[in-house]
């Protein structure tokens, strides 16, 4: 059975640190491309990153270019999303997912096949 469970998130200041991990089963994050995506509250879902299955490109929003990683670990069997330097306007819930998008579909979370359950990050002081 396949399963992404997300866990990481949390209530953090303006400015501070988190890191998400998107734990995989039942299929290896290698042959996948892993992307995360963000919901707040009252706002549409929003892409936030993409790591490229066969490889290890890596593509970001502008919003968050500079101030987040994403990256896999393959033993693990997991792909994490660090995030730095966070805003009030980095709130939302962060979900995972995994497909076989090509390039120019990566921001498109109606081709990804499976979903991980969201972590709830809040930034605020």
């Known amino acids: 059975e396949v399963q992404l469970q997300a866990s990481g998130g949390g209530l953090v200041q303006p400015g501070g640190t988190l890191r998400l991990s998107c734990a995989a089963s039942?299929?290896?994050?290698?042959?996948?491309?892993i992307s995360w995506f963000r919901q707040a509250p009252g706002k549409q879902r929003e892409w936030v990153s993409t790591i490229r299955h066969g490889g290890s490109a890596t593509y970001y929003a502008d919003s968050v270019k500079g101030r987040f990683t994403i990256s896999r670990d393959n033993a693990k069997n997991t792909a994490y999303l660090q995030m730095n330097n966070l805003k009030s306007e980095d709130t939302a819930t962060y979900s995972c997912?995994?497909?076989?998008?090509?390039?120019?579909?990566?921001?498109?979370?109606?081709?990804?096949?499976?979903w991980g359950q969201g972590t709830q990050v809040t930034v605020s002081s």
């Open positions: 039942g299929f290896t994050v290698s042959g996948y491309t």
């Open positions: 997912a995994r497909g076989r998008p090509i390039l120019s579909a990566i921001r498109n979370a109606e081709i990804y096949y499976d």
